[in-house]
């Protein structure tokens, strides 16, 4: 029964013709011929979800922010406390053509600590580089559905204890719809790999993760959206578990190109109830 509601929000969302707009061609604008002010389209942030929406070609999106993580187990005869930080999270993309942007995106600080038996370890650094580029095939500018294809590289610029050498990389797909009452529905499916060749000193080994993130967001009040999210994590590596995660967020639009959010995770799978990481920032677009 779940299944078939959702599919019927799903059929209502393509035929659903509330929010049609008259297309206008932007093919013209680049990087170096931006977008007139008055022909950007409207701005959809990623914190429900990376959206299948792109900047406007020439203009820039910057988004700041931090995260807190923590988790409390049992080793042994040993209760175990990890706590930390990222601080300054940067993520910054660029319209290149109407339907194209770029994006890059590192973590400037981070720290880990470890608590056990009376002792204390603390680990700190800055994060990877990680850059994507996302092409939009329809949906920029109107209509009930988008959709989206993007892939990226993260490469191994970390510091201290937060980088290992490895080169990641992903391919993924980014879906929007405009459900009927005022909710939006989004649906981001990746595949991740990681080549083991450079942490090894041996032949290529490629490991591949598979992502699936899910969000039902609707608005509050004016200018206030919540949202909730349920994220999937498999991997190949043998003998490993899927990983879940439930993430629930509040995105407030102080001004047109200003957005400020917060939300918090919860690990679902393997349930961790004692583990939880909260979030917020701040968004701009120009």
Same mark, same amino acid.
């Given at each position: 029964?779940?299944?078939?509601?959702?599919?019927?929000?799903?059929?209502?969302?393509?035929?659903?013709?509330?929010?049609? &707009?008259?297309?206008?061609?932007?093919?013209?604008?680049?990087?170096?011929?931006?977008?007139?002010?008055?022909?950007?389209? /409207?701005?959809?942030?990623?914190?429900?979800?990376?959206?299948?929406?792109?900047?406007?070609?020439?203009?820039?999106?910057?988004?700041?922010?931090?995260?807190?993580?923590?988790? =409390?187990?049992?080793? !042994?005869?040993?209760?175990?406390?990890?706590?930390?930080?990222?601080?300054?999270? %940067?993520?910054?993309?660029?319209? +290149?053509?109407?339907?194209?942007?770029?994006?890059?995106?590192?973590?400037?600080? =981070?720290?880990?600590?470890?608590?056990? $038996? @009376?002792?204390? #370890?603390?680990?700190? !650094?800055?994060?990877?580089?990680?850059?994507?580029?996302?092409?939009?095939?329809? $949906?920029?500018?109107? !209509?009930?559905?988008?959709?989206?294809?993007?892939? @990226?590289?993260?490469?191994? %610029?970390?510091?201290?204890?937060?980088?290992?050498?490895?080169?990641?990389?992903?391919?993924?797909?980014?879906?929007?719809?405009? +459900?009927?009452?005022?909710?939006?529905? #989004? *649906?981001?499916?990746?595949? @991740?790999?990681?080549?083991?060749?450079?942490?090894?000193?041996?032949?290529?080994?490629? &490991?591949?993760?598979?992502?699936?993130? *899910?969000?039902?967001?609707?608005?509050?009040?004016?200018?206030?959206?919540?949202?909730?999210?349920?994220?999937?994590?498999?991997?190949?590596?043998? @003998?490993?578990?899927?990983?879940?995660?439930?993430?629930?967020?509040?995105?407030?639009?102080?001004?047109?190109? *200003? /957005?400020?959010?917060?939300?918090?995770?919860?690990?679902? =799978?393997?349930?961790?109830?004692?583990?939880?990481?909260?979030?917020?920032?701040?968004?701009?677009?120009?």
């Amino acid at each position: 029964m779940k299944k078939n509601g959702l599919m019927a929000m799903l059929l209502a969302s393509v035929v659903w013709s509330g929010r049609a &707009e008259n297309a206008v061609d932007k093919s013209e604008y680049t990087l170096i011929n931006p977008t007139p002010k008055d022909l950007m389209r /409207e701005w959809y942030t990623d914190h429900s979800g990376n959206s299948p929406y792109t900047i406007d070609a020439g203009h820039f999106a910057a988004d700041v922010g931090f995260s807190y993580f923590y988790d =409390q187990y049992t080793t !042994g005869p040993f209760t175990v406390t990890e706590t930390g930080w990222a601080i300054g999270g %940067t993520r910054v993309k660029v319209g +290149l053509l109407d339907n194209l942007d770029v994006s890059a995106s590192i973590v400037p600080y =981070q720290t880990i600590t470890m608590s056990a $038996g @009376g002792l204390r #370890q603390t680990a700190s !650094g800055s994060g990877n580089l990680s850059t994507a580029l996302k092409w939009n095939l329809w $949906g920029n500018d109107g !209509g009930t559905t988008a959709l989206a294809i993007s892939g @990226g590289v993260t490469f191994p %610029t970390g510091t201290g204890d937060f980088s290992d050498d490895l080169y990641t990389g992903f391919v993924g797909a980014e879906f929007a719809a405009h +459900l009927p009452y005022g909710f939006m529905l #989004q *649906i981001d499916n990746s595949i @991740g790999l990681a080549d083991f060749s450079t942490t090894t000193n041996g032949p290529s080994r490629f &490991e591949a993760a598979f992502g699936n993130f *899910i969000s039902v967001s609707h608005a509050i009040v004016n200018d206030v959206t919540a949202y909730c999210a349920f994220t999937t994590s498999v991997s190949t590596v043998a @003998g490993s578990d899927w990983l879940g995660t439930i993430v629930v967020g509040v995105d407030y639009r102080v001004k047109e190109n *200003i /957005e400020l959010y917060i939300g918090d995770a919860f690990y679902v =799978q393997p349930l961790d109830e004692h583990a939880f990481a909260p979030f917020g920032g701040i968004a701009v677009r120009f």
